[in-house]
């Protein structure tokens, strides 16, 4: 086995990544935004216009900041509705299998995700996949925050795991705002189309996008040959 210190690690989102779930947070979105007297609005829009964070994302529907009342209102609304929904959503199609070759073949891999730790991580549990981490990092603190400084902290906690670097990371995720992140650490990204974002805004990202998860974690090796 090559030593990890050769091997590209993985870093993975959760939401519209790993777990295919776009669907239940658009209809989430709907709830959120009936607080405030907003129109629904529909995949290609969400997929158009979602951005992190959420204020701003709610902000070009709006015209304007949330306030803070409404935001715990739509936030609040958004979570209720999500929780409801997300049982019903399975994983991406192949996810697990690639997990399973990618961990066998060893090479390590983490998830990242601005859901909230407490419950990211019995669903991660939930779905059987957990052991195929070297770690599960959720949103501890408020929603809407930066996915930059939560991945700041994803890489301090990961120093102690040998050969796991910004720099021999790789971030597989569905939102212009992980290749953001990734940048702000210093690791590259690959960025895939089927979950927030419409090909096009993530090709205004800079970085690869492909089609399917396995045409990502394909690439991703690619970047340490």
Not at 48 to 77: N, Q, S
Not at 149 to 166: K, N, Q, Y
């Amino acid at each position: 086995m090559t030593s990890g210190a050769t091997r590209t690690h993985l870093v993975w989102d959760w939401n519209g990544t790993l777990l295919d779930d776009t669907h239940a947070v658009i209809r989430a979105t709907n709830a959120a935004f009936a607080e405030v007297e907003l129109a629904p609005i529909t995949p290609e829009q969400y997929r158009e216009m979602y951005c992190i964070p959420i204020p701003r994302f709610y902000e070009r529907f709006l015209g304007r900041l949330p306030t803070e009342a409404e935001w715990e209102r739509m936030d609040g609304a958004f979570h209720r509705y999500y929780t409801e929904q997300r049982v019903a959503c399975g994983l991406t199609s192949g996810a697990e299998e690639l997990l399973r070759q990618w961990q066998r073949a060893g090479h390590s891999q983490s998830l990242l995700s601005m859901y909230g730790h407490d419950e990211l991580v019995p669903v991660v549990r939930g779905y059987g996949i957990e052991p195929w981490f070297v770690r599960v990092d959720g949103r501890t603190g408020p929603s809407g925050g930066s996915k930059a400084l939560h991945m700041e902290r994803h890489f301090a906690a990961l120093a102690g795991v040998d050969g796991v670097s910004p720099e021999r990371a790789v971030v597989i995720g569905d939102a212009v705002d992980d290749a953001i992140a990734a940048a702000h650490v210093g690791a590259r990204a690959v960025l895939y189309t089927g979950g927030s974002h419409s090909r096009g805004s993530l090709e205004g990202a800079g970085v690869p996008v492909v089609d399917t998860l396995a045409e990502a974690v394909a690439l991703a090796e690619t970047f340490s040959a």
